[in-house]
């Protein structure tokens, strides 16, 4: 097996008393899906939120890429995001009064320079990096199907094409791993299979994915790997078949018989 | 959008070939650089969102940056656009460092104490500002003509006039240009959800202070204009009412909208004076124009124009 290319090692997180997050350890290979599911409050969310720099970790150590490792705690969100790793958010975060094609745009920030000053002389690189700026977002609003509605206001669309937005965003960063955060949340069963497809063409590009769900039935199928939380703790780990009949984690989603 | 701008411009330039009154003139001279200043104020509260009850102290830094430099070592007024714009620009960035953490009312509470800082400053470090009376003989700016040599700006109007249209239409041409650029996208993601842009890999912190400094350094140069102008400079020109002023015609002409900062300096800055006639009741009136404004067209007069489908287009989000 090649080597990680996230390690997250004993991470623990908590808030006032509550334990969010106590000695979290997993770690993810390079183009690989991990599942990452729970019960409500297990902790996923704070998990990526941790891992994205919205919250700071107490303990632990979190290491990204392949070569050069980057020590992840302590850096800010973006940073965390030029290291390569982009995200979506379980309760859709978009830009009111933006359009599709503006979301897609802001997330090519990273990969551009122009500063204010060549911007407002018009160089002839500010001009041609808009150029490239504009045809890469054009391209992925093709790539997720939402060409129709490239110069419509993301917030005004139907929330199954939200999701698509973010996910154009989120991958327009060109990121190495993308953190979905219950991307199937609230969408029909088309959608969802929609979903499960698309997730599986980025990978096959080179992505490495980790999903978040609370529904074990959506992340089994596409997952290589599924990593079950309960009470902020990795309570199990390994291939879906397995994890599924692993009687903590039935305890977990079921209660003890 | 562009043919309004130009033609727009040709209506500016035109109009002293129309009216002969000098009063008529430096009206609109007064409103122009109310467009200056509302220009800059819309980059911080319009484009960032950013909201910000100080703004008056960057117009009075850059007032008093070029009147110290100009009584004290001559500069000229037109080398002395660059420091007074530089400083303010500073001012803006140094006030974003401690604001980073606050927002919204918080950060309204926080610049609306440092105007009322900056004044006071400026009233009291009399040795150098002069305090109360302020400062007095400030040199207006010249310029060649040929034929003519180097002319004075002196005391008449039109040439005022020329000079705020012309610095007007090169801020406006600044700021359409900054907000269709990455940074003007960036600005714009800050406004609407600062966790998510970060998570886009915006460095939120650097383009708020960026912003800061943009919109501080456009009120410098109105502030150096006005004190050449004028030739005298005292504190009390740079009060809070001021700063609520340029903000209401920021909001009135349509939030984030380059246009509607013009056209809001516009209705505002010429309003109290077509309200002469009515000498008792003209705050009421202008109170009220104000209540109606927001109560029919919330989004602003731009705003509201674009969305009934004027200047191409019912939806350009951050337009400009």
Redesign the interface.
């Known amino acids: 097996m090649s080597p990680p290319l996230l390690e997250i090692n004993r991470l623990t997180k908590r808030f006032g008393g509550v334990v969010a997050l106590s000695d979290v350890t997993v770690t993810v290979a390079p183009h690989e899906i991990i599942g990452l599911i729970g019960p409500n409050g297990a902790g996923k969310t704070t998990l990526f939120n941790c891992i994205?720099?919205?919250l700071r970790p107490e303990e632990g150590t979190m290491a990204f890429g392949h070569e050069t490792k980057e020590r992840l705690v302590g850096l800010?969100?973006?940073e965390i995001?030029?290291c390569g790793i982009?995200?979506t958010?379980q309760n859709i975060?978009?830009?009111?009064?933006?359009?599709v094609l503006?979301h897609v745009?802001?997330?090519?920030?990273?990969r551009?320079h122009?500063?204010?000053v060549s911007?407002?002389l018009?160089t002839r690189e500010?001009r041609h990096?808009?150029r490239w700026?504009r045809d890469r977002a054009r391209g992925l609003v093709e790539e997720f199907g939402l060409s129709r509605w490239a110069?419509?206001?993301a917030v005004s669309l139907p929330f199954g094409l939200q999701r698509r937005v973010e996910l154009a965003?989120?991958m327009a960063?060109e990121p190495e791993l993308l953190l979905l955060d219950e991307p199937a949340a609230g969408l029909n069963p088309t959608e969802k299979q929609e979903l499960l497809s698309v997730m599986q063409r980025l990978r096959s590009h080179g992505l490495t994915i980790c999903v978040i769900d609370h529904d074990m039935r959506f992340v089994m199928p596409v997952s290589d790997r599924v990593v079950v939380l309960d009470y902020g703790q990795v309570i199990a780990e390994g291939p879906p078949s397995r994890v599924q009949n692993d009687p903590r984690v039935i305890e977990a989603y079921l209660g003890k018989a | 959008m562009m043919r309004w701008g130009v033609g727009s411009l040709i209506v500016a330039c035109a109009v002293p070939l129309i009216t002969r009154s000098a009063y008529h003139i430096d009206v609109l001279t007064g409103a122009g650089l109310y467009a200056l200043l509302a220009l800059g104020l819309n980059v911080v509260v319009g484009f960032t969102g950013l909201l910000h009850l100080g703004y008056a102290a960057f117009f009075a830094i850059g007032a008093y940056t070029y009147a110290l430099l100009n009584l004290h070592v001559g500069v000229p007024f037109w080398l002395g656009l660059l420091p007074a714009a530089a400083m303010a620009g500073l001012c803006g960035v140094l006030l974003g460092i401690p604001v980073m953490r606050v927002r919204g009312d918080y950060l309204a509470i926080v610049t609306l104490g440092f105007g009322e800082i900056v004044r006071i400053l400026f009233t009291n470090l009399e040795p150098w500002t002069g305090g109360p009376n302020g400062l007095l003989g400030i040199a207006h700016p010249t310029m060649w003509i040929p034929g003519k040599g180097v002319v004075d700006f002196g005391v008449r109007s039109v040439p005022y006039y020329y000079l705020v249209v012309a610095l007007t239409t090169l801020v406006t041409v600044v700021c359409v240009r900054m907000n269709r650029s990455r940074v003007g996208r960036a600005w714009a993601a800050i406004r609407e959800d600062e966790v998510a842009a970060g998570c886009a890999g915006i460095n939120t912190v650097q383009l708020k202070l960026l912003a800061q400094g943009c919109g501080a350094a456009i009120g410098g140069v109105a502030g150096a204009v006005f004190a050449a102008k004028q030739g005298t400079i005292t504190p009390d020109s740079f009060d809070f009412i001021l700063s609520v002023m340029v903000l209401a015609m920021v909001v009135l002409g349509g939030l984030g909208r380059v246009s509607g900062a013009i056209v809001g300096a516009m209705v505002l800055g010429v309003l109290p004076e077509v309200l002469r006639g009515v000498e008792q009741f003209r705050m009421l009136l202008f109170g009220l124009v104000m209540i109606a404004m927001m109560r029919l067209c919330p989004q602003g007069i731009m705003g509201a124009l674009r969305d009934r489908g004027w200047f191409g287009g019912a939806h350009v989000a951050s337009a400009a």
């Open positions: 994205t720099g919205l800010a969100a973006h995001v030029q982009a995200r958010f975060r978009l830009f009111a009064h933006l359009t503006e745009l802001i997330g090519t920030y990273i551009t122009t500063g204010l911007a407002v018009r500010a990096e808009e700026a110069s419509t206001p965003r989120a960063v």
